[in-house]
Nanobody
Framework: QVQLVESGGGLVQPGASLRLSCAASGSIFFYVMGWYRQAPGKERELVATIRSGGSTKYADSVKGRFTISRDNAKNMVYLQMNSLKPEDTAVYYC?????????WGQGTQVTVSS
């Protein structure tokens, strides 16, 4: 079972960009990797997922602004976030999913505020 560690969060102004990284302790090849987020008082929601072959899925709210990518050789997953909005403020979690096993990271805070 892999362990996941997120990094790259922070405080930025609206319109800025951030790149989140997720480092896995072992091979991610057989996992669907994803980013989720949870804002205060709200349920955790899907942001984006990516399969080993590269196919991706995005929440409607981030399409055209966020890009998920993975490097299977380095066991890394990334989330490039552009044109950030205040409503993107949340704790962002990395997720690794395969049949009968789901792993979560500890989360990284992203705050978008002027």
């Amino acid at each position: 079972q892999v362990q996941l560690v997120e990094s790259g969060g922070g405080l930025v102004q609206p319109g800025a960009s951030l790149r989140l990284s997720c480092a896995a302790s072992g091979s991610i090849f057989f996992y669907v990797m994803g980013w989720y987020r949870q804002a205060p008082g709200k349920e955790r929601e899907l942001v984006a997922t990516i399969r080993s072959g590269g196919s991706t899925k995005y929440a409607d709210s981030v399409k055209g602004r966020f890009t998920i990518s993975r490097d299977n050789a380095k066991n890394m997953v990334y989330l490039q976030m552009n044109s950030l909005k205040p409503e993107d403020t949340a704790v962002y979690y990395c997720n690794a999913d395969r049949p009968r096993l789901t792993v979560w990271g500890q989360g990284t805070q992203v705050t978008v505020s002027s």
